[in-house]
Every structure is written in structure tokens, then in C-alpha cells.
């Protein structure tokens, strides 16, 4: 049996062992890409802290907008824990683009651009996910990107699985043995043990990352995956988008099943909307936001779906294909950069306009500015309620606390205000939601290792690294082995 699997493990090992190497160490990379960043680059996330206490929001905006075209304006301002970080400002008509603000002075001390070709990080992200190809919505054409490192990880899980079943020792002496690696006993023993010590130790870290990472590259898989935790998905036809719900219990004997749509929601995974707001249109890193994951079936994370040049969908011109002024589902329009939306969508942004006194001519101009007076008391509000969060979201009539905990880090409460008063009217609690909209959170929680803090976080790095190298060790036992039997080979034939 153990023959068998030795020769599974090394002929689908051959093939994909480059790109899981490159994965692991893009994936190691990303973990701590927030705090890289905010070491390398202090004066773009570091407020000032030049006065006291910051500026309230209807003094800050002002200040902000004065270095912004008149055609931009700010939809959302997240305020973060410390008292020494910057805010960030998401702003209408430019994508998921946000600013870092400095809360004390004013001043935009930079623009976060979710894969921003030229960046380092952007760079690594796209490696990792779709293997530089360019990324491409719904069913429009083969994503090679996704096949390529969707393939590689689903062959890793079976590379782990077969190493497991090889390992397997038969005595407790043989046990210390191979989990032990010796470092005085050559070149080839070093790196034998290597593999085989170091890819136990980061076995189950290694297939938590991969058997979630799947859930990005085939739909199949998530539905199964899903499934496996009570929450079915559902496609919605016509838009590529899949849909989450709680698996209903089964009807009672003799009890038919009711009918009825189940309540959409996004399906899980990448990097946009609190758990709490499972809507639809979620995006990663989207005005302000909490982050929070999201699936490529369907959807885009930070920036994926649009291609970098900025053309449209499937690489064309975002004006070809379609009369002048009628923009594709999705595009933000030049009236007032909102995405294009029909029938209950426009019907419930209607609404919310009317309610904060913001709305749109006949002409589609814009009949009044937003009063940011009440975002200040909103925060300061949900501050007092929620000594320990770890961000606070707000936007015109509504606002997130993203909850400081271990477990789903993507975890929030949303709150929904009186956009004329600031007085919080509704709370919609992360406890009280049901599986399909904890479930996404949870998936890129395990994923990334940021479920147990810090700790766990440092153990998928090193796990990560390890990974790296079991295929290239395994390379170099291979060649080792094969040279080895072919001198030995080629000696025989000379005597």
C-alpha cells in the first residue's frame, strides 16, 4: 500500500511542485502584508496627532475635499482603534479607491488602490490567486489563472494526504526518527528529513489553508464545502453570482415543503462588506469598509472582475458594445457614480437618499450635500458601546463595528442611524446572524491563520515556508536517488 501512495505522491508531485512553491511563499508573504506596510511606510498610515483629539467629521470632509476634484465626494469614513493611526475615506466615482487621511491635520496622506499594478504586494496577490493571468468575471472565456493555481492546490491536498499515509511509522522509534531531522549526517540525510519532519509539522496548517483556499477556484467544491457545514449555495441566473442560504430543516413527516426564494447572500472566501451585511454587491475594501471575503464565481475581490487598464468587461472598452449613456450593470455612471441599478435596488436607494436628504435632480444633478455632523455622533456613539472594537465604518444611514475577537476576525455588528439626527434606530447583532452569513467570514479567517491572532498567524508563516520547500526537497531526493541508481547502474556495465 505504502509503494502505491510513494509513487502517487511523486508522479503528481513532478508536475505542480513549482507552483505549490510559489503559492506557499506568496501566501507567506500576505499574512503580514498590513503590518509590512505600515512599517515601510509610516507617514502613509501614522496620523500626526498634532492637536489634542481629532478633528469631528463635518470639519474634517471639508478639509479633505479642498484637495479633491469638485466631481469627487466622500461616502464613508472608517475610524480605526488607535488614536495614532490615519482614517480611511472611501470616495465615489473612482472604484474601490479610498483615502488615507490624517485625522488631526486633514491632509490625504495617500490613495489605497486594490491591485494597483507596480506594487509589490499587488504584484504578490495577483502570483498567488490567479498566477498573473488576468482575472475574468462569470463565464467569459477559461480563468487560467484560477484553473492553474486552483488545479496546483487541489493536487497539494492529495500530495499532503499521500505524504501522511507514507509517514506513517510502525514503531515509536521509528516515530522519533522521522520527526526528528539530523544535521551531522550529510547533505541528502539533512534534507531527507526535512521533508518528511517538516511537512508533518505543518501538515494541518497546510490543508486548513488549502481545503479553504478551494473554495475560490471551483464552484463544485464550495457547494460541497458549504454544504459539508449546512449552508447551501444557489446560483443567480443571469448575473454569475452564487448565492448562500442555511440549509432549511427537514419538513416533518407527512409535512410538504414550503416553497419561496431563499434570502440571497454572497458565497464565501478573498478580501469588502462586514459578515453582518451579506448583500448584494459586496466588494472587498469598498468605501471603507471592514474587509471582509468574498468569491470570485460572481463577485470581485479588491479590484478583481475590472482589468487593470480599466477597460471593461472581458477586456473591451467599457463604451463598446452599447449606446451612448446606457452604462453596463455595475458601472458607475456619470450622473453621480453610483453603479447602474433596476427595479427594488433603485427602488431601496430611493429611499435611502430621501432619508438623508440627499437624492437626484430631474437633470440628475445632485439637490443636497450629505450632513456629516451626525457621522461624528454615530462614532463617538458606537465607541462608548464597544470599548474594545477594532474599527468603526460609517456611511450615510448606516455603520459597522468590526468586532475585536478571536475566531471569525471578519465578524461585525451593524448599526443603522437617522442620517438628520445621528440617533441609532436598528441593530443588527454578528451573534445573531445564522450560518450562511458567518460562514464567509470564517472560511478567510482559517484561510489567512487569523482566527487565533497573532499566534496562529506566525504558525502559517512558518507553516507557509515549510511548504515551500517540500517540493523542492522533494525535487532534490528524487534527482539524488535517480543519479545515485544510475551510477551505480552505469558501474555495473563498466565492471
Known amino acids: ?193 526535512t521533508h518528511l519532519a517538516g511537512g508533518m509539522y505543518a501538515l494541518i496548517f497546510l490543508l486548513a489553508m488549502s481545503l479553504t483556499g478551494l473554495t475560490w477556484s471551483f464552484d463544485w467544491y464550495r457547494t460541497g464545502f458549504y454544504k459539508v457545514f449546512g449552508v447551501e449555495t444557489h446560483q443567480n441566473a443571469g448575473h454569475g453570482q452564487t448565492q448562500v442560504q442555511s440549509a432549511p430543516a427537514p419538513p416533518q413527516q407527512d409535512q410538504p415543503v414550503q416553497g419561496g426564494e431563499p434570502r440571497g447572500e454572497r458565497a464565501a472566501g478573498g478580501e469588502g462588506r462586514p459578515e453582518s451585511q451579506p448583500e448584494r454587491g459586496d466588494r472587498p475594501h469598498s468605501k471603507g469598509r471592514p474587509q471582509s471575503d468574498a468569491t470570485e464565481a460572481g463577485e470581485r475581490t479588491a479590484g478583481e472582475g475590472r482589468p487593470e487598464d480599466g477597460s471593461g468587461r472581458g477586456g473591451r472598452p467599457q463604451s463598446e458594445g452599447r449606446p451612448e449613456g446606457k452604462p453596463e450593470r455595475g458601472e458607475r455612471t456619470p450622473e453621480d457614480g453610483r453603479p447602474h441599478q433596476t427595479g427594488s435596488e433603485a427602488a431601496e436607494r430611493t429611499g435611502r437618499e430621501s432619508q438623508s436628504g440627499e437624492g437626484r435632480s430631474s437633470r440628475g444633478g445632485r439637490t443636497a450635500e450629505v450632513d456629516y455632523t451626525p457621522w461624528t455622533k454615530v462614532a463617538a456613539t458606537l465607541k462608548e458601546r464597544n470599548p474594545s472594537y477594532r474599527s468603526i465604518s460609517v456611511q450615510n444611514g448606516t455603520a459597522t463595528v468590526s468586532i475585536h475577537r478571536t475566531g471569525n476576525t471578519r465578524a461585525s455588528d451593524r448599526y443603522t442611524f437617522d442620517a438628520r439626527t445621528g440617533e441609532i434606530t436598528e441593530v443588527q447583532y454578528y451573534k445573531d446572524l445564522d450560518k450562511s452569513a458567518k460562514i464567509r467570514g470564517w472560511i478567510y479567517s482559517v484561510h489567512v491563520g487569523s482566527w487565533g491572532g497573532i499566534v496562529t498567524r506566525i504558525l502559517y508563516f512558518i507553516a507557509c515556508l515549510l511548504g515551500a520547500t517540500l517540493p523542492l526537497t522533494g525535487y532534490y531526493i528524487f534527482l539524488k536517488k535517480r543519479w545515485k541508481k544510475w551510477t551505480k547502474k552505469r558501474k555495473a556495465q563498466t565492471v
Open 1 to 193: 500500500m505504502k509503494k502505491l501512495f510513494a509513487k502517487i505522491h511523486l508522479w503528481i508531485s513532478v508536475p505542480f511542485g513549482l507552483v505549490i512553491s510559489i503559492l506557499c511563499l506568496t501566501g507567506a508573504a500576505l499574512i503580514f502584508e498590513t503590518e509590512l506596510l505600515e512599517w515601510f511606510q509610516p507617514s502613509r498610515y501614522k496620523a500626526s496627532m498634532a492637536t489634542e483629539s481629532p478633528l469631528p467629521v463635518e470639519q474634517l470632509i471639508p478639509l479633505v475635499k479642498q484637495q479633491l476634484p469638485d466631481s469627487v465626494s466622500i461616502s464613508s469614513v472608517q475610524f480605526p482603534a488607535g488614536a495614532d493611526k490615519n482614517y480611511r475615506m472611501g470616495i465615489t466615482g473612482q472604484g474601490r479607491t479610498s483615502l488615507l487621511v490624517d485625522p488631526y491635520t486633514g491632509e490625504i496622506k495617500g490613495k489605497v488602490v486594490p491591485y494597483q499594478k507596480g506594487t509589490f504586494f499587488s504584484f504578490v496577490r495577483r502570483l498567488h490567486r490567479w498566477f498573473l493571468f488576468e482575472f475574468k468575471r462569470g463565464g467569459e472565456g477559461i480563468n487560467w489563472g484560477k484553473m492553474i493555481t486552483g488545479t496546483s492546490t487541489l493536487v497539494f491536498v492529495f500530495v499532503l494526504l499521500s505524504g501522511l499515509v507514507i509517514w506513517v511509522p510502525n514503531t515509536i522509534q521509528s516515530l522519533k526518527r522521522k520527526l526528528s531531522i539530523q544535521t551531522g549526517k550529510g547533505t541528502f540525510r539533512f534534507w531527507y528529513d
